[in-house]
């Protein structure tokens, strides 16, 4: 038997982190099995769609390196592959439902089940089923509104085995009549994922643990039906914290959120993976080969895993550090361009001197693309804060203790310093304040330190001194200097 895994998103929104995993999943278990993978659009809630949600996981799909054998977009034997134009398929097989009893159509009104639930009912109470099939055919033929509802067994208990999970027995009285065709004639999730993961073959399902005390229903229609059930996977939910699910309520949720705050999409796709899967050999930083190697369905958790960025900032960190600074520059150039005030300077240089401290490119500044995605919470730094800051200067800010120098020690300097600059700037500058340094009888680290502060006003930048000058330009630098010589007189 082939191995035929799915991925059946709907075309809502952005693809979730928690979809993006289960994608992952599927993939990686579909091709260590030299099986297909395939992509299903679940379209049926037309309330909810969006109209570019569906390019976007197409995009996002296969950038993050989720080639599917099959989808809307790429074909295949089995199609259509999005259900909204597999309408008449599913009433097809509603209408056998009907005719073998495991299912009935319900006229009841809104305000009837309503009203159902208001005197404490916690499930349709089976009011259509006594329904003679012909009167109900002919209400049907006469307009009237209506629903089909599975007629799931009030007694007894089913078994079903899980990957993770093991054995899992629930009480048919917990489940209730869901529907299965909606009033609009389009099918529900319940009874659509039954008829599609049948028909187009597929093997094994891989998705969220919510759907698992529910799976005795879609054991029954494939009963109904004389089908095999294929092999469930159930994985337990992704969480912002212990007691939340990770959601957009509470910041980046998407794949694409994290791509736009500037992680690398290799580095995004190996968090995600231990996002409820555990490397035998405890590595953590790996790619999609290490994977497709390695992953294995005794290695799933059990238990809901916790979203920690500051984990994916630190692998991220780790992805960057391979890229050549070119590379870093190609991914980073976007985010710089982005920021107001770092217009005009040598963006390529810049870059070099953050390559090796960025953990995410939203680092380089406060870009416009990731303004709205800032959260209380947020774990981004700005690494070129000083370059918009240098009004903060102040006398206090000399002061070093190492370095004993402090505001008399800059007044004192940075006469010198501003007409060593002058006479100096370029590749002669660092070797011009060296020898100031040794003339003076100083440490060269105090001519520095007054030199870097006076021209950034940050004890912190992502270069040394004369990396600054040469960042800012001859002309800025000189007047910083002379500016910060106005502050210590």
Request: net charge negative; hydrophobic share 35%.
């Amino acid at each position: 038997m082939k191995v035929r895994t799915r991925f059946a998103p709907s075309p809502t929104g952005y693809l979730h982190i928690g979809g993006m995993r289960t994608a992952l999943y599927a993939y990686l278990f579909a091709k260590q099995q030299g099986g297909d993978f395939i992509l299903r659009l679940e379209d049926t809630d037309r309330e909810r769609l969006v109209g570019d949600a569906a390019q976007i996981i197409y995009d996002s799909m296969k950038e993050a390196g989720l080639v599917y054998d099959e989808g809307p977009d790429v074909g295949g034997d089995y199609g259509p592959y999005i259900q909204s134009e597999r309408k008449q398929i599913y009433l097809d097989y509603a209408a056998k439902l009907i005719e073998s009893g495991d299912a009935y159509y319900c006229f009841c009104t809104k305000e009837r089940l309503e009203k159902m639930h208001a005197d404490g009912a916690t499930k349709y109470d089976k009011h259509c089923l006594g329904i003679p099939l012909e009167e109900a055919k002919a209400r049907v033929a006469a307009g009237e509104p209506y629903v089909i509802r599975q007629n799931v067994p009030e007694s007894g208990e089913y078994t079903f085995h899980d990957c993770v999970f093991g054995d899992v027995t629930v009480p048919y009285a917990d489940l209730e009549d869901n529907v299965l065709i909606k009033s609009d004639g389009l099918p529900t999730y319940n009874f659509a994922n039954v008829i599609d993961d049948h028909l187009m073959g597929i093997t094994h399902v891989i998705r969220g643990v919510e759907y698992l005390s529910s799976t005795p229903k879609y054991d029954l229609l494939y009963r109904a039906f004389g089908w095999e059930p294929p092999v469930y996977i159930h994985l337990q939910p992704i969480m912002r914290d212990a007691r939340h699910k990770l959601s957009k309520r509470y910041g980046a949720a998407s794949y694409k959120d994290f791509i736009n705050k500037g992680y690398l999409k290799d580095a995004i796709m190996n968090y995600i993976a231990l996002l409820g899967w555990s490397p035998k050999d405890n590595t953590e930083k790996f790619d999609m080969r290490y994977m497709l190697d390695n992953f294995s369905l005794d290695g799933l958790s059990k238990s809901p895993s916790i979203f920690d960025e500051a984990k994916l900032r630190w692998l991220n960190g780790e992805y960057i550090k391979e890229l050549s600074d070119e590379e870093f520059y190609a991914h980073a150039q976007p985010f710089m361009e982005q920021v107001d005030y770092l217009k005009g300077y040598d963006l390529k240089f810049l870059a070099e001197l953050l390559h090796s401290r960025c953990l995410s490119f939203a680092d380089v500044g406060p870009s416009e693309c990731f303004k709205d995605m800032r959260t209380e919470d947020d774990l981004s730094v700005n690494l070129t804060e000083f370059l918009n800051a240098y009004d903060k200067l102040s006398p206090d800010m000399f002061v070093h203790a190492k370095n004993k120098t402090d505001e008399k020690v800059a007044a004192e300097m940075l006469p010198d310093l501003i007409t060593l600059t002058e006479n100096n700037y370029g590749d002669g500058l660092y070797p011009a304040l060296e020898n100031y340094a040794a003339e003076k009888g100083v440490k060269k680290g105090a001519v520095l330190w007054v030199y870097r502060i006076a021209i950034t006003a940050s004890p912190v930048t992502p270069g040394g001194a004369t990396e600054m000058a040469r960042l800012l330009g001859k002309d800025e630098t000189v007047r910083r200097l002379k500016y910060a010589l106005g502050t210590v007189k």
